[in-house]
């Protein structure tokens, strides 16, 4: 599981990624920040989302979760309820999402999101209970939304309607108290927000052993004594309270430049929006058409003659930079349009060629039946074949320094050590009539070297992937490099 929490310091508010590195896919649960922040993180993390879901429409923030969805094809989850409606401060959402009931499970990969019913501070809010499967089938955290924070409980005078007030959040704390003590804490809200109050710490995260035990207001024993303390504490007035809920639960107008948020880390360097045939005709001329995609991804289909470099922000540039010509155009594509976009705008930020980026995703070029290829791929004991068999040359793509750790023994297997930077000299020594087998450390690296080699019109080609080298060593022989080079 990959869980990333997000602060957005203006409005003291916790969003979160949660991901299932194996099937690659992800959920963003109370997106308040620029689409492309979430976007950036899944994608670094080879994740695609697909999930957005909300704990209830309160908020002193309008929602990002519709502008994600229009630029992911991610399907929202909402805890809409009819029986509970009116013009002011309804619980019902007006547009397109999934409903969650208490108890329903939302499936990320191997992790099940379990929603649990926690009303009080508005009538439909729900926490979200997160349990990583291969591990437990135990919550390992909870996502409590806008009821339990940090050293306090969620305020119930915001709205009147049913379903709300200090009892009933009251009702909802013994239901969130009866998880382990070992489960973490992970709110919508942190010390600052005016969803509570003073007194709520500016740590954003925290067990419910803790909180039993040292949070203020859950040392009252009765319905009664919760009501007092909760009465003691004088609350930040929020007038635009209900303009955002209506907002976030689409009764009113999104704001105009709504679907054009941006965190604007790269506005200064602009990037052209192209369509396919703009593409096309681009390639054509001689530009290096960019996949940036997961590994597995490209290898399943890609557009003929793309280059692969998985995105990521801390090497996407690097590496193009050791594949690219700095006089070839670029064109970055992907499944988001919105990742190819700041993809193109690192590479454009970075000096380099870019022409564009391909502004729909890449599935539009399957779908217009435009020329496609594939790579095989294999798994270690795969490998491993090879190797036994001697029927292939293993092309290790890492760094001098990771060979140093272990590589495969090259007694009666061709072996080659090209690091991936120096390719682009040392290509040609590889042989044309051999089977080429890539590895690296993920298959991040053996998919950019097997693309780009294609391109040099090597076709029996096959990586590694999703690991690679270090994997393989826990399960069969391997050689430190000078043995591996006698």
């Known amino acids: 599981m990959i869980f990333r929490q997000f602060l957005n310091e203006s409005v003291s508010a916790a969003s979160y990624l949660i991901g299932c590195a194996q099937k690659g896919v992800a959920a963003v649960v109370d997106p308040s920040l620029p689409p492309d922040v979430y976007l950036m993180a899944a994608a670094d993390k080879g994740l695609r989302i697909t999930t957005i879901i909300e704990t209830h429409f309160h908020a002193d923030y309008i929602s990002t979760g519709r502008v994600l969805a229009a630029q992911t094809g991610a399907v929202i989850y909402a805890p809409s309820r009819d029986d509970i409606e009116n013009n002011l401060t309804g619980a019902s959402v007006h547009y397109p999402h999934v409903r969650v009931r208490d108890g329903d499970e939302i499936r990320i990969g191997n992790v099940i999101i379990r929603a649990m019913h926690t ?3 508005t009538p439909e809010h729900m926490a979200y209970l997160v349990i990583d499967t291969p591990r437990s089938n135990e ?5 409590t939304g806008d009821s339990l924070f940090v050293n306090d409980v969620a305020r119930t005078d915001l709205v009147d309607l049913p379903l709300c007030g200090p009892r009933v959040i009251f009702e909802s704390m013994q239901k969130l108290m009866a998880l382990p003590d070992y489960c973490e804490v992970y709110p919508a809200h942190y010390g600052g927000s005016a969803c509570g109050g003073k007194q709520m710490s500016g740590k954003p995260m925290s067990t419910i052993g803790f909180e039993r035990r040292f949070n203020w207001v859950l040392q009252a024993k009765t319905p009664e004594e919760f009501e007092q303390q909760m009465q003691s504490v004088v609350r930040e007035v929020v007038e635009s309270v209900l303009i955002h809920r209506n907002t976030n639960r689409g009764v009113l107008p999104l704001p105009a430049d709504y679907y054009q948020q941006s965190t604007a880390h790269h506005a200064p360097v602009t990037t052209q929006a192209l369509t396919l045939d703009q593409v096309q005709t ?8 960019l996949d940036v995609r997961t590994q597995l991804a490209f290898a399943q289909a890609h557009p003929a003659g793309a280059l692969n470099i998985t995105f990521n922000q801390s090497n996407l540039v690097k590496r193009a930079k050791m594949l690219i010509d700095p006089a070839q155009k670029i064109v970055v594509v992907n499944d988001v349009p919105t ?5 193109a705008e690192m590479l454009a930020e970075a000096g380099m060629n870019v022409a564009g980026y391909l502004n729909e995703s890449v599935e539009a ?5 435009l020329p496609t290829e594939q790579f095989a791929v294999n798994n270690l004991e795969g490998l491993y074949q090879h190797v036994l068999k001697a029927d292939a040359t293993i092309l290790d793509v890492r760094d001098p320094f990771e060979w140093e750790k272990q590589t495969i023994p090259n007694g009666s297997v061709d072996v080659r050590l090209i690091a991936l930077g120096e390719l682009r000299e040392r290509w040609h020594e590889l042989p ?3 089977h080429i087998v890539i590895v690296c450390e993920s298959g991040t690296r053996a998919s950019a070297a097997a693309s780009w080699l294609r391109q040099k ?20 022989p391997t050689a430190r490099l000078e043995k591996a080079l006698v």
């Open 119 to 121: 009303p009080g501070h």
């Open 139 to 143: 919550p390992w955290m909870v996502l």
């Open 282 to 289: 681009l390639q054509h001329q001689g530009a290096v058409l």
């Open 339 to 343: 990742v190819a976009k700041l993809a």
């Open 365 to 369: 070029w399957m779908a217009a039946g």
């Open 432 to 434: 044309r009539d051999r």
């Open 457 to 476: 019109g090597f076709q029996d080609l096959e990586i590694i992937a999703p690991e690679g080298v270090s994997d393989y060593a826990k399960r069969y």
